[in-house]
């Protein structure tokens, strides 16, 4: 079986590293793609730094044996989606986990071709909110993952680094310098 965990990473955090490695630690996948994405299908490319950069940081940031960095979603059509992705992965796996958040799972159904997506894999999902209610509310068929909940996202990093505060320790020590002078220039 293969976990595939795929974000925007803009920059990659300790939430997204923290997420990986209970997922790994849980599941024990033969392979887990952390899936960087140079156009999401839903957000706004505002403060977008390069699809290079980003998938460099997560190269960095993800390192270790059991895990590969791919840019599979750079050389497919954009918008990523990731029916798209999971398409192509179904050529070469058979057992495939989408790794999504909880806020993922409440809005799932507005994801392009979300049905087809449950055909080709399952749902490994984080939590995200306090009160559970993204698992709450849901009726879809998913497994849920043990782990904290790390209140930080990449807009927050990004938002810090405006005002001028530190962010050492929200991403990892061998990128963050090169995270602030690089939102520095796009803020
Ligand atoms: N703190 C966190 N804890 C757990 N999962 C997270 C955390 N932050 C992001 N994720 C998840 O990681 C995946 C990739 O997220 P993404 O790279 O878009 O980060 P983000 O921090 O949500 O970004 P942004 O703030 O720019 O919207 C998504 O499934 C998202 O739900
Ligand atoms: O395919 C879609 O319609 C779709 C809609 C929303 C999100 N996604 C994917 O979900 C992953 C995480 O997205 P996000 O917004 O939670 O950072 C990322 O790989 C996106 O491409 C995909």
Not at 108 to 118: A, G
Request: net charge neutral; with cysteine.
């Amino acid at each position: 079986m293969i976990i595939l965990f795929g974000g925007s990473f803009n920059p990659p955090h300790v939430g997204h590293r923290i997420v990986a490695e209970s997922a790994y630690d849980e599941m024990k996948p033969e392979e887990f793609f952390i899936l960087p994405t140079p156009n999401p299908p839903h957000k706004s490319a505002t403060q977008l730094v390069s699809f290079d950069k980003r998938y460099h940081w997560c190269k960095r940031v993800f390192w270790g044996s059991y895990f590969t960095v791919s840019d599979i979603e750079a050389k497919l059509p954009v918008p990523s989606y990731t029916f798209q992705t999971l398409q192509f992965f179904s050529n070469y796996y058979s057992d495939i986990w989408l790794l999504i958040g909880e806020d993922s799972l409440r809005d799932f159904k507005k994801w392009y071709k979300w049905e087809e997506i449950l055909n080709l894999a399952r749902l490994l999902v984080y939590p995200r909110f306090f009160d559970e209610s993204g698992f709450k509310s849901s009726k879809l068929e998913f497994v849920r993952l043990y782990c904290p909940i790390i209140d930080i996202s990449s807009s927050y990093v990004r938002d810090r680094i405006e005002k001028g505060k530190t962010v050492k320790g929200y991403v990892d020590d061998s990128i963050v310098e090169d995270v602030v002078a690089t939102y520095k220039n796009v803020i």
